[in-house]
C-alpha cells in the first residue's frame, strides 16, 4: 500500500487549505487515515484523524478549525483546514491503517510530507 499526499502551499493567516491523501495497493482494508504534523524543532504530533466506524479525533489546537474526512471508495482522506494560523506552519504527513485480505495483522504506512505554510 502507497499513500499519495497532495494540497499544501502557501496561504495568508486566516486562509483555508484542503489536503488529500490517496491509498493505492492491492488486497488491503482501510481501518483508518489522518495526519500528523511537524514543525521545525518540534516532535511530531497528530492533527486528526478518521477511525474506522466514523469516528474522530483532533489535536485540542485545530479543533472547530479543521475536518477530516474519508471517502471510502475512493481510499481517499482529506484534510480541511480553515482560518489557519502561522503556527499551523508543518510539513504534513498522512498516514493509514490497514490490514491484509491475504493475510492476518493489522499494518501502518505513511505518505510523503506535504508542506503547509501560513504567513503574509
Known amino acids: 500500500v502507497q499513500l499519495q499526499a497532495s494540497g499544501g502551499g502557501l496561504v495568508e493567516p486566516g486562509g483555508s487549505l484542503r489536503l488529500s491523501c490517496r491509498a493505492s495497493?492491492?488486497?488491503?482494508?482501510?481501518?483508518?487515515m489522518g495526519w500528523y504534523r511537524q514543525a521545525p524543532g518540534k516532535q511530531r504530533e497528530l492533527v486528526a484523524a478518521?477511525?474506522?466506524?466514523?469516528?474522530?479525533n483532533y489535536a485540542d489546537s485545530v479543533k472547530g478549525r479543521f475536518r477530516v474526512s474519508r471517502d471510502g471508495a475512493q481510499n481517499t482522506a482529506y484534510l480541511q483546514m480553515n482560518s489557519l494560523r502561522p503556527e499551523d506552519t508543518a510539513l504534513y504527513y498522512c498516514?493509514?491503517?490497514?490490514?491484509?485480505?491475504?493475510?492476518?495483522?493489522?499494518?501502518?504506512?505513511w505518505g510523503q510530507g506535504t508542506q503547509v505554510t501560513v504567513s503574509s
Open positions: 495497493g492491492s488486497d488491503f482494508v482501510i481501518k483508518g
Open positions: 478518521d477511525i474506522n466506524g466514523g469516528s474522530t
Open positions: 498516514y493509514a491503517d490497514f490490514v491484509k485480505t491475504t493475510k492476518q495483522g493489522w499494518y501502518n504506512v
